[in-house]
């Protein structure tokens, strides 16, 4: 069994590393979100030259032909760009779907602020995501000069700019010192880069206001249905925990007291063994009430916080699990309960039906959401209408606005994945 758990800061070698360690995971960031930026990049510049294409030869008729085309391509092509937006960042709603007719398409705001979009994106969008693209790439080539130097051509290109040739070690030397530049640049300047590159589709890809609210307004009306059965389903399962448990244990501990009462003049040994099963009867309606109580809000998450409850869970899971949680900043604390309920759950699903030998479970908090990752090398095949654990699980997911999916074809394996907005 592994599980991990960050050491908790000592003084200020501690803070200094973990400074350090969040200015690279947030360069790291910077540069995949610069790249997968150059991938949409590439296809808007394709997309700016079939819309020239188009708009030229449309003069002499034939481009009218590819006007519905190229509409829907553009439409495709900043749909894509809002689910990436959507990954590394506060979700981009989209507006109502704008029209394919060319007439309509003119004269239509949505399409017009997309190709406002496209015409950036293809041109300073591309550029930042291919200096994020090359940045790391020249930082490696330049740092590594040194070790392969000496085989080298005589009259080879030194550095990654294309400027200078080395003759000696000192030369070699002084190109790995532009490596470390590079590194110095991508880690300051990455993160600044992105955002310049998502700046334009977040403006001008996201829904009006008017559409913005309608939308959240039909959404938030379904989630608050969602969270108000949940919030049934809960109280009615502490309601018959209660009912069955705990109640019986005190009626039973009532009738014992009675009984020994009686007993107590003319039998005082028959009325100690009374009192003894009242008593344990007692102490078991307490563990009831306990767990009851514990099932509500989880005491372990205020205790030990969210890596320390999950990493409680995985330890008394039968199935050897890992457990790699990375979230700073804590979360609203029914976020953490729901994402602890969801492990919890996941996990004993493992144990009962995968039959695998291993569970991983991460946790990532990135642009106010916190991304949940269950994953089991098992036989697979897990069906959300096979049980009510699922079920339950998806509603409570919902009920804070988050997203579940689960993948689980036959033969393994099986990932549950869930996102809840943190509410912090
Ligand atoms: N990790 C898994 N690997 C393989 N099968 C799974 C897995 N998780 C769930 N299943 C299958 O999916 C079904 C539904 O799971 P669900 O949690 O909803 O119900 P359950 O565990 O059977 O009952 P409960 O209501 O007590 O949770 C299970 O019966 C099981 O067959
Ligand atoms: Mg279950």
Redesign the pocket.
Known sequence: MTTRQDAPPAGEGAGLKDGVLQTMQRAGAGIAQLTSGLSTGLLALLLVLWVAVTAVTSLVGIGLLMAPSVLRALHALAGRERARLGRWGEEVIAPDPPPTELRAALADPTTRRELRWLVRHATLGLLLGLIGALLPAAAVRDLTFPLYWPLAPEDATATSIGLGTAHSWPDALSVSLLGVSWVLISLGLTPGMARVQARPGRRLLVAGPEVDLSRRVAELTATRAAALDAHAVELRRIERALHDGTQNRIVSVTVLLGAARRMLARDPAGAEELLERAQSAAEQALAELRSVSRSILPPVLDDRGLEGALSALAANCAVPCRIDVDVPQRCAASVEATAYFVVA??L???A???G?SLATVTVRSAGGRLRLRVQ?D???????N??????GMRRRVAAHDGTLSLT?PPG?P?TLQVELPCGS
Do not use: V, Y
Request: no cysteine; net charge negative.
């Open positions: 759950e996941a004993t699903n493992i009962k039906h995968s695998a089991d098992g036989r697979g095949g897990a069906d959300e096979g049980g009510s654990g699922l079920t689980s393994g099986t």
